[in-house]
């Protein structure tokens, strides 16, 4: 018999540990690492004994919360900053686009190789949000897209071949098809918007989160100046959509297209939101 707190052992017959006060027990449970003694706080908040059974729902927890926020991150980097970077910079650009002047503010955010706009919101958004959250999978969200990347290079393979001159190795080079100007959404070539384009958005973004994590410390060592910064990119994003939807009602009325395409920034900037109100609840340690 032994003791499950002070782990001495017994001779037959003893029921009870004179030190410990405890009922003692046939065998003694598996030593947990030092990682493993660590976790005492469950989900509900409050402190238990761990056993193998909550060491197993622990980390299953822990695996369905990685999964779902890799998977929110991926999203946030190949989909959420392509399409929401152009509505915030395109603020600075709002009394031209009423005047007519759409070829100077578009061409920049979809037909400029490399997608400048993009890839500086991206490295904002990252540095803000993995400063603030701390999540590992914000540093690997580039590998999807790369992955997608490195395919269409080495089969050449297009998403939409409109027309011959689509196709990369004809007339020109892949490189040029997939980063130079061989292919713009002028000739009706998507190929730069829906591969390059979110494998540039999806690196800058793990760059920016891989930059706050190694230099910059934890957010909460400056809460409220982190805090305003979060919040403030929350409001400037829903506020982008707000005009350039209030811009393109005056201009061209309502349509049904326009609530598809407002689930991204709206999506984005309430994260935003919601991420800037939980700093000062964070704790210090890292997250998933």
Not at 4 to 12: D, F, G, H, K, Q
Not at 57 to 80: D, N
Not at 251 to 280: D, E, K
Request: one cysteine or more; hydrophobic letters at 45%.
């Amino acid at each position: 018999m032994f003791c499950p707190e002070c782990r001495a052992e017994y001779r037959p017959g003893f029921s009870h540990c004179a030190d410990c006060d405890v009922d003692l027990v046939q065998e003694l449970p598996v030593e947990l690492s030092g990682t493993e003694k660590t976790l005492r706080r469950t989900w509900s908040g409050r402190t238990e004994r761990l056993t193998q059974n909550s060491i197993k729902q622990f980390r299953t927890k822990s695996l369905i919360k990685f999964a779902l926020t890799f998977v929110l991150h991926q999203f946030i980097g190949m989909y959420g900053i392509p399409y929401t970077a152009p509505l915030v910079f395109s603020l600075a650009f709002k009394l031209p686009l009423l005047f007519g002047h759409k070829r100077t503010f578009y061409s920049i955010v979809s037909e400029t190789p490399y997608f400048p706009v993009q890839i500086i919101f991206a490295l904002i958004l990252g540095w803000l949000l993995g400063r603030a959250l701390r999540h590992r999978s914000m540093v690997w969200v580039w590998a999807l897209p790369m992955a997608i990347l490195c395919y269409s290079l080495v089969t050449a393979r297009v998403l939409i071949p409109t027309s011959v001159f689509a196709r990369p190795g004809v007339f020109q080079s892949r490189f040029s098809h997939y980063f130079g100007w061989g292919c713009q959404p002028a000739a009706r070539c998507l190929d730069q918007l829906l591969i390059t384009m979110p494998f540039y958005s999806s690196l800058a973004y793990s760059m920016g989160a891989t930059l706050a994590r190694k230099t910059l410390g934890y957010a909460s060592s400056q809460n409220k100046k982190h805090f305003r910064a979060v919040m403030l990119a929350g409001l400037i994003v829903l506020a982008a959509f707000i005009i350039d939807l209030a811009i393109s009602i005056h201009g061209n009325g309502w349509h049904n297209m326009y609530l598809l395409f407002s689930g991204t920034p709206v999506g984005l900037g309430a994260y935003l939101l919601y991420v800037g109100s939980t700093i000062r609840r964070q704790p210090s340690y890292d997250r998933i």
